[in-house]
């Protein structure tokens, strides 16, 4: 157990459905981030949110949706996904945005997603 | 642009040693991050590195030449377990986290 969960944990989804990525951070940590991890390539970083504000956008397609309501949960809102979005999703915290030292990230276990 | 390369995957034998490089172009830096990734679970922490050096963790150590653009993952005493992605971060001028592929490891009985 990280501190961090993520529901569901797969996810099948038809290009025209609506969905919704859970994270919750049970650790007090200040910033959160969604991760796109496909396979054989290295972590892309969507999102990052620090104190309820985003302030990363790497240039992620609107089908993608953040929601940070507060610092402990964070929401990724999915609409009309292409088959190439399937990925293992994950969400990450760490107590602070742009800190230095051991301030590691801690991971949650992910959302396999699947769009047909 | 920046990049990090590690090896895609590697095979071990239970009880062995192994050490997994990672090599770095990045804009600045400022630490290295190894983590463990085993399927279908999150990514857990493993080690940090920001000075040159060896850091040393029970089985696991880490090495890190900033000159060279160089690091690696030491395992000893390798077990079963241990079969898992092991994936290299750097953190570069911005605090930015830039992530290598990951490499997998095989442990053979």
């Known amino acids: 157990e990280t501190g961090v969960t993520q529901t569901p944990r797969h996810l099948v989804m038809g290009m025209t459905n609506k969905k919704s990525l859970k994270c919750e951070q049970h650790?007090?940590?200040?910033?959160m981030y969604w991760y796109k991890q496909s396979a054989k390539k290295p972590l892309e970083l969507m999102f990052v949110?620090?104190?309820?504000?985003?302030?990363e956008n790497n240039s992620v397609p609107s089908r993608f949706s953040p929601e940070c309501p507060n610092s402990s949960h964070l929401f990724l809102h999915l609409h009309t996904l292409q088959p190439e979005d399937s990925a293992l999703y994950l969400c990450?915290?760490?107590?602070?945005?742009?800190?230095?030292?051991?301030?590691?990230?801690?991971f949650g276990p992910g959302t396999r997603l699947t769009v047909l | 642009g920046q990049n990090i390369d590690q090896p895609t995957e590697m095979t071990a034998t239970e009880g062995a040693i192994v050490q997994i490089n990672c090599t770095y172009q990045?804009?600045?830096?400022?630490?290295l991050f190894w983590y463990q990734q085993h399927a279908g679970e999150a990514p857990t922490f493993l080690s940090y590195n920001v000075l040159d050096g060896l850091e040393e963790k029970g089985r696991f150590s880490s090495f890190l030449s900033r000159s060279k653009g160089y690091s690696y993952l030491l395992l000893k005493e390798l077990q079963m377990k241990d079969s898992a992605s092991y994936l290299c971060?750097?953190?570069?001028?911005?605090?930015?986290?830039?992530w290598g592929a990951g490499t997998k490891l095989i442990i053979k009985p």
């Open positions: 971060a750097v953190r570069d001028s911005n605090y930015q986290l830039i």
């Open positions: 990045t804009s600045g830096f400022n630490g």
């Open positions: 990450a915290s760490s107590q602070e945005l742009l800190a230095g030292g051991q301030d590691e990230q801690f």
């Open positions: 949110y620090s104190l309820e504000e985003r302030v």
């Open positions: 650790l007090g940590h200040n910033a």
